[in-house]
């Protein structure tokens, strides 16, 4: 979807099928079971639910475009936020208990965002431009950040000693929670207030098509993001239960439903950022790739935390010993990668690589 142009059908056609969907399925009680019947309706959902998520960020461009940089690429980043607190959440209080969905879903964001799409968005603009320019500054606070954020959410957990495992006590998890929330509130008034320039290449411009919408269009798109955001926390109990379905079938590991979640919510913010790198606006990719990351822990898990503590369930973080590894060469790579400020297709090469490591690691570990 484009948020130039009129308003695409399919921008108020996939949110009012999801809230129908969701009605439909309610009224009639039905349970998602493998039969043929129920693999239409997992087709059908799954159809809707993507088409929602891509209403939701087309809407958020919309009105992303008409407020500018950074302050666009942060509304796109909130409303991802919430699709994935609400499918994480709900998967984790399914009928089968998966107190590791926070982690790999979490681990899973960073590594596709911060290796797969990075490299491909660095790939395509190198293919087309030779060699493109990001800010800094930006890169290195936007790393800064997620590092301290990673450590303290997916690493420190295994090494504390009040808990056994790769588990947080509750005093333990309250206060990382305050201090990740603390941390990304910094990081968002310096981003969007303190230090805007750092995260904006000299000549963007402030809005675009978007500045010369209507009142009455901006408001619509208001209401239909909002909308779209609640039909996907409406169906994320049914895609929960296609998700734990699939995976018995197929036999795939425990990491593969926090992949899944990642994909289906990074998707539409991929295609955005992939394009801006197209059109040789690879700080944008940036802004949209990292600011996932760093929304994903900073908010995802203290939310998580909260849903976790208040219905007494168990959140596993500490990731193992290979994850950990794949995690801290992702770190230094990214340093590499923008700590000259001009990228080109090796770098992205060797990004993408890394990402084909992880997932074939995740089914052949």
């Known amino acids: 979807m484009s948020a130039h142009g009129p308003m695409p059908r399919s921008a108020w056609i996939f949110p009012a099928f999801a809230v129908a969907l969701f009605v439909v399925a309610t009224a009639l009680g039905y349970s998602f079971s493998p039969t043929a019947g129920g693999i239409v309706f997992a087709a059908m959902l799954l159809v809707i639910l993507f088409g929602t998520v891509f209403a939701a960020v087309h809407h958020a461009e919309v009105i992303a475009q008409k407020i500018g940089e950074p302050y666009g690429t942060l509304l796109l980043t909130l409303a991802v936020t919430v699709i994935e607190v609400a499918l994480i959440a709900t998967i984790m209080l399914g009928e ?190 940036i802004n949209l790739a990292l600011g996932s990351s760093l929304a994903t822990i900073g908010l995802t898990v203290p939310a998580v935390a909260v849903v976790a503590y208040a219905l007494d369930k168990t959140l596993v973080l500490g990731l193992d010993q290979r994850e950990m590894i794949l995690l801290v060469m992702t770190f230094l790579l990214g340093m590499l990668t923008f700590g000259t400020g001009r990228t080109n297709i090796l770098f992205g090469l060797v990004h993408v690589l890394v990402f084909a490591v992880f997932v074939f690691m995740v089914f052949v570990p």
């Open 96 to 285: 089968k208990a998966v107190p590791t969905l926070a982690r790999d879903t979490v681990f899973a964001v960073v590594m596709i965002v911060c290796n797969g799409l990075v490299g491909i968005c660095i790939l395509a603009g190198g293919l087309r431009y030779r060699e493109q320019d990001v800010q800094v500054t930006g890169s290195n606070l936007y790393l800064s950040v997620l590092i301290v954020l990673a450590t303290i959410t997916l690493i420190l957990p295994n090494y504390t000693l009040t808990t056994p495992g790769p588990l947080y006590s509750v005093a333990q998890l309250t206060f990382v929670s305050v201090v990740t929330i603390i941390l990304y509130g910094v990081f968002l008034y310096t981003q969007t207030i303190r230090h805007r320039d750092y995260f904006i290449i000299e000549g963007d411009v402030v809005g675009g098509d978007a500045e010369h919408a209507s009142g009455r269009t901006l408001m619509l798109s208001g209401f239909l993001l909002l909308a779209s955001l609640l039909a996907v926390v409406l169906l994320a109990k049914k895609f929960s239960l296609v998700v734990e379905a699939g995976a018995a079938a197929i036999g795939a590991p425990p990491a593969f439903a926090g992949i899944l979640v990642a994909l289906l919510i990074l998707l539409p913010e991929s295609v955005a950022a992939i394009s801006a790198a197209r059109n040789n606006d690879l700080q944008k990719s």
